[in-house]
């Protein structure tokens, strides 16, 4: 009993020097976490369910269909690092901003972070665009769904910029509590993207039956969805966040603050997907029917770290404020019972990844070589879920409080060197196939994770300014 009340009692794990001011009672503190987060999973969670969904509608073409929608995941994503890095960097500074109660200062970082985002989108969905095939066959796409694969990346980068903005001030309404305004965005832009999806891909009523090509415009449709909502939002004068096109004061100076936050997370996100990128280049190599079966595991894992990631995006958000209101005993708190939230999810998936893994991959897909392939993966599976819910969240303290140095070193050691290469070494030099790549995934969540709870417990992060 003692062990359940100091798991759910994030006081009892604070130390009295770090107590800054009268603290509010343990479920206040529990109330206004979930009232921060529960939005952002909601979004998280419904996005993950519905890249479910899609994957299983592009499934029912064949597994060829899925290697070509998944081996376009990572170049989108790499596509997306600047962005990433911009919206991190809003966050950390809105929430500051807010924190010390001053709006004017936070409206000037959401329009120079829309300015630089523009700029950065426009720049690499180009690129992408440009030498799409090339990108495509260095992350190991094969003849057999070449073409394929780079018509869907090709229409999914036109609207690529719209998403990119949509992110940025969906982002900023976080940081300022209005997690409700990227729920909504996302959640609709989803659900036009399944709508869709179903009148593409399979012709219905009436509609030309596209496959994966309709299911690339499925996605840009949902993108111009989630564009508008969010550009919506900051447009009404009623909000704390009023986009204006009124002269931004000491703009190198914001922008300068902006690049301080930045570049750190750039030079991380970079690693990041570039440890993806080799990692899922190494499993692509394996053949078409492996790289199937490693895409259901992979979306089925990310409903796991959707869970944590609409958990991250909270946390950050709790912790820029509170430390930007000079209560780092606050920040510690919040990010306590967000950690053991995300545990209590992590608990629930290990459940349902024992009990029912066949039933769960049956959803994608009704091959059955590809389905016995996700077999040991699944098992993997469940030690993997603990380690990345706990990682996201402690890592995403840090970012809250600006100690991006740390998360960007980290991410080095372990996405960018631990997972592609123990993962190459199990996979070919020990000849495991898949579940040498698993394995690899699994030393790079553990290592993460015990990283950032070390960082985090020693609480040196709490002191940053920015």
Not at 315 to 337: E, F, P
Request: aromatic residues 12%.
């Amino acid at each position: 009993m003692q062990l359940v009340n100091r798991f759910f009692n994030p006081l009892l794990r604070l130390k009295k020097e770090d107590i800054k001011g009268e603290l509010p009672p343990i479920e206040d503190l529990y109330r206004k976490t979930i009232k921060y987060a529960w939005p952002c999973i909601l979004e998280a969670v419904s996005g993950a369910l519905i890249s479910a969904i899609d994957m299983a509608m592009v499934g029912s073409i064949g597994k060829t269909a899925i290697s070509a929608v998944g081996i376009c995941s990572q170049p989108t994503l790499l596509c997306l690092v600047p962005i990433n890095a911009i919206v991190t960097a809003a966050v950390v500074l809105i929430a500051r901003r807010k924190g010390e109660n001053k709006q004017e200062s936070a409206n000037d970082y959401l329009k120079v972070a829309l300015i630089l985002g523009l700029a950065f989108s426009l720049l690499f969905c180009g690129l992408f665009y440009i030498f799409s095939k090339e990108t495509l066959l260095f992350a190991g796409a094969n003849s057999e769904y070449l073409d394929i694969a780079n018509e869907y990346f090709r229409i999914r980068l036109f609207s690529l910029t719209l998403c990119s903005l949509a992110a940025i001030m969906s982002g900023a309404q976080r940081g300022v509590g209005n997690t409700k305004i990227s729920m909504i965005s996302n959640l609709s832009a989803n659900l036009v993207n399944i709508l869709f999806n179903a009148l593409l891909i399979n012709g219905l009523l009436g509609f030309p039956k596209l496959g994966v090509r309709g299911a690339a415009i499925a996605t840009a449709i949902g993108y111009w969805v989630a564009f508008i909502i969010a550009l919506i939002s900051v447009l009404r004068k009623d909000r704390y966040l009023v986009l204006n096109f009124k002269k931004i004061p000491h703009f190198f100076y914001k922008c300068k603050k902006i690049f301080s936050i930045f570049n750190s997370v750039f030079i991380e996100q970079f690693i990041t997907r570039f440890g993806f990128f080799a990692y899922a280049i190494i499993v692509a190599r394996l053949g078409t029917a492996e790289f199937a079966a490693h895409q259901i595991c992979i979306n089925i894992v990310s409903i796991n770290f959707a869970l944590a990631n609409g958990l991250q995006a909270s946390n950050t958000a709790l912790v820029g404020q509170s430390l930007g209101a000079n209560r780092s005993d606050l920040a510690i708190l919040h990010s306590s019972i967000t950690q053991n939230i995300g545990l209590l999810f992590a608990f629930i998936n290990a459940i349902l990844l024992i009990f029912f893994p066949r039933e769960i991959c049956m959803i994608y897909t009704n091959d059955i070589d590809v389905i016995s392939l996700t077999n040991i993966p699944m098992k993997i599976m469940c030690v993997v879920v603990f380690c990345q819910a706990m990682q996201t969240i402690t890592i995403a303290a840090l970012r809250g409080a600006g100690d991006v140095k740390f998360v960007t070193f980290m991410m080095l050691i372990c996405v960018g060197i631990i997972r592609p290469g123990l993962s190459y070494v199990f996979v070919y030099i020990m000849n495991m196939g898949l579940i040498g790549a698993w394995l690899g995934l699994l030393v790079d969540q553990f290592s993460r994770f015990l990283y950032s709870y070390i960082r985090f417990k020693r609480g040196k992060w709490v002191n940053i300014k920015v």
